[in-house]
């Protein structure tokens, strides 16, 4: 049996590098298919997604790696149509939708959520976004671009810039990269520091530095990792105000990177990166939004067959 038969995927720390390094494997395989063969990974399977939080990529990717496997998907992505608008409850929620489906994705504003939701649901449930806490599968999707531009993971020195307090895909990055032997440099405004209740984490397994300055490591990174100031999570506008806009990473930023340095973004991009950074071969946030197809495609295949794929 495939270690990840059945498996519910809540956090990047439940992963071994080994067990990074077999989904990225798997990943591989799955890019190499063909679409005929392809569609046989999951025929037949459903997947459900519950959405109590804007998306576009996260659910659209896994919607379409679902169907390049052959699966389908069906769900709620607004969820003021759903019976929630009614007092549904979360856990009547996901109990319903474990009876419709073969596996769960869901995204929620609460940390814990799907942590919650997998100790109630019958199908494994996949973390899309719990909160301020983890991103699990857009770790993946990072880690796995990572390696594909940069043909290897340990080694390199990446920085990481925007809002480090409320970016799940941060924590979750941060924790995955725990698995290697990288530099990394954080940069954000005073305020949007990583939190410190999960400094004491990451430092066992990671060597960082911190900074507010963008321009102190610019000319050594390999990878620059740039996040979105994540707006809705501040407890006033005001604060939020305070530090918008604080790094935007342009044309003339980029010349004082290494030549073959590569800029990466979860997106949503708002300001961050300006859009003329878009055409140059560094940029590579796209490329990341594509390989995040892929990786989801190898998780559901693996989660989803007893024998793999
Ligand atoms: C991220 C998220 O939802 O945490 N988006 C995504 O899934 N790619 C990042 C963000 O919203 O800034």
Redesign the pocket.
């Known amino acids: 049996m495939n270690e990840f038969y059945q498996k519910d995927i809540i956090s990047i720390k439940d992963f071994s590098k080994d067990q990074l390094e077999e989904i990225f494997a798997s990943t591989d395989k799955i890019m190499q298919l063909n679409s005929s063969d392809r569609r046989e990974i999951c025929k037949g399977k459903t997947l459900g997604y519950l959405f109590y939080e804007p998306?576009t990529?996260?659910r659209l990717s896994f919607d379409s790696a679902m169907a390049s496997i052959g699966g389908n998907s069906l769900g709620i992505s607004d969820i003021s149509s759903s019976s929630t608008q009614k007092g549904e409850s979360l856990s009547d929620t996901v109990r319903i939708m474990s009876i419709y489906s073969d596996i769960l994705v869901l995204r929620h504003t609460l940390d814990g959520s799907s942590r919650f939701a997998s100790e109630i649901s019958e199908k494994p449930v996949i973390n899309a976004?719990s909160g301020t806490e983890e991103?699990p599968t857009?770790a993946i999707q990072d880690l796995f671009t990572i390696k594909k531009e940069k043909k290897k993971i340990d080694g390199l020195k990446i920085g990481i810039v925007g809002d480090l307090k409320y970016?799940?895909?941060v924590y979750s990055l941060l924790y995955g990269l725990g698995n290697y032997d990288v530099d990394v440099r954080l940069i954000s405004p005073e305020s949007l520091r990583i939190r410190s209740d999960s400094t004491y984490e990451i430092k066992k397994k990671l060597d960082f530095t911190e900074t507010t300055d963008i321009e102190e490591y610019l000319d050594e990174l390999d990878v620059l990792y740039v996040?979105?100031i994540?707006k809705e999570r501040f407890p006033d506008e005001e604060e939020y105000l305070k530090v918008k806009g604080s790094y935007v990473v342009g044309l003339n930023m980029l010349k004082r990177m290494k030549d073959d340095s590569i800029i990466l973004h979860?997106?949503?991009r708002i300001d961050e990166i300006s859009s003329d950074v878009d055409k140059t071969k560094n940029a590579k946030y796209f490329e990341q939004a594509e390989y995040g197809k892929h990786t989801r495609a190898a998780l559901l295949g693996m989660i989803l067959n007893e024998n793999g794929f």
């Open positions: 998306s990529r996260t976004g991103h857009q970016g799940r895909t996040t979105r994540q979860p997106l949503p």
